[in-house]
């Protein structure tokens, strides 16, 4: 029994290989006569033609529709890149003002600072100046004459203020 079948299939395998044979050669020569490359030419002429026809009507039609071309897309496409570089650019430049901006309040602070150890000292200054100005004061009183004629006042007594009160007369 295995020997009908081997049979068949051997007669297969040669009827497969026979026809694949002659169909390849006819293909060859099919392929090479000129009528044949002349069709496939004229095929592939007729495809683009009607390919570039084709994008042709597509762009009017997608044009009277009002949507953006490819040139469109493209030239906004740059639009937004230049306007993307000219924002970083801004943000940057925010950022230097803005640490210029904390240097300058650190630089404020720090003179604001200043302006009150200023104010004290000078606060502890008028007063060592008026404890001063009264110790002058009643050094003169100690060595002035006793005996003092009222009507006349003294140049030294009207000169009795401190000097913090000076200031605040003016």
């Not at 095929?43 to 009002?66: G, N």
């Not at 007063?127 to 003169?140: F, G, N, S, W």
């Amino acid at each position: 029994m295995s020997q009908p079948s081997n049979e068949f299939e051997t007669a297969w395998k040669q009827w497969r290989d026979l026809t694949v044979n002659t169909w390849s050669a006819v293909g060859q020569q099919l392929v090479e006569t000129d009528s044949v490359v002349q069709a496939m030419g004229a095929s592939f002429d007729w495809y683009l033609e009607m390919q570039r026809r084709m994008r042709e009507s597509t762009q009017s039609c997608l044009q009277s529709l009002d949507v953006p071309s490819g040139e469109d897309l493209a030239r906004l496409s740059r639009q937004v890149v230049a306007a993307e570089g000219r924002m970083l650019d801004c943000e940057d430049r925010q950022e230097r003002v803005e640490e210029r901006v904390d240097v300058f309040e650190q630089r404020v602070k720090r003179s604001e600072a200043a302006e009150d150890d200023v104010r004290e000292q000078m606060a502890a200054m008028l007063a060592r100046m008026d404890a001063l100005e009264a110790a002058l004061v009643a050094a003169r009183a100690e060595q002035a004459p006793a005996v003092a004629t009222p009507a006349v006042k003294s140049p030294e007594k009207s000169s009795t203020r401190t000097t913090t009160q000076r200031r605040k007369a003016k």
